[in-house]
């Protein structure tokens, strides 16, 4: 047997064991299936609710994962924590970080 003959044979030996697989599909005609044509009687608002709450659940799910690794929005110091962070680094003197003190206070 040549490799070209071997393809046809596979695919030909998938599709019958495929057909006597023993699964078989019944159409019965009705487009609506068992609803029975009046729309589920009222289920389909109970997925629709199911499905908002869903997606709201996904998104408010990556707006919390967003803001939680984008790290604080705001400075969370004190402006006498930076004043004390001047004097530490030397750019303002005891003097003036006295005065500054006070004006806070």
Same mark, same amino acid.
């Given at each position: $047997?040549?490799?070209? +003959?071997?393809?046809?044979?596979?695919? !030909? +030996?998938?599709? %019958?064991? %495929? +057909?006597?697989?023993?699964?078989?599909?019944?159409?019965?005609?009705?487009?609506? !299936?068992? #609803?029975?044509?009046?729309? !589920?009687? !009222? #289920?389909?608002?109970?997925?629709?609710?199911? $499905?908002?709450?869903? #997606?709201?659940?996904? &998104? +408010?799910?990556? &707006?919390?994962?967003? /803001?939680?690794?984008?790290?604080? =929005?705001?400075?969370? =110091? %004190?402006?006498?924590? &930076?004043? =004390?962070? /001047?004097?530490? *680094?030397?750019? &303002?003197?005891?003097?003036?970080?006295? /005065?500054? *003190? =006070?004006?806070?206070?």
């Amino acid at each position: $047997m040549r490799f070209g +003959a071997i393809i046809p044979a596979v695919v !030909g +030996a998938g599709i %019958t064991l %495929t +057909a006597n697989s023993g699964v078989a599909f019944a159409y019965d005609g009705d487009h609506m !299936g068992d #609803w029975g044509g009046d729309w !589920g009687g !009222g #289920w389909w608002i109970a997925m629709v609710f199911m $499905m908002v709450i869903f #997606w709201a659940a996904i &998104i +408010a799910l990556v &707006i919390w994962g967003v /803001r939680s690794f984008a790290g604080p =929005r705001h400075d969370s =110091r %004190t402006p006498l924590d &930076i004043a =004390r962070e /001047r004097l530490a *680094k030397g750019e &303002i003197s005891e003097e003036e970080f006295e /005065r500054i *003190k =006070r004006q806070l206070v």
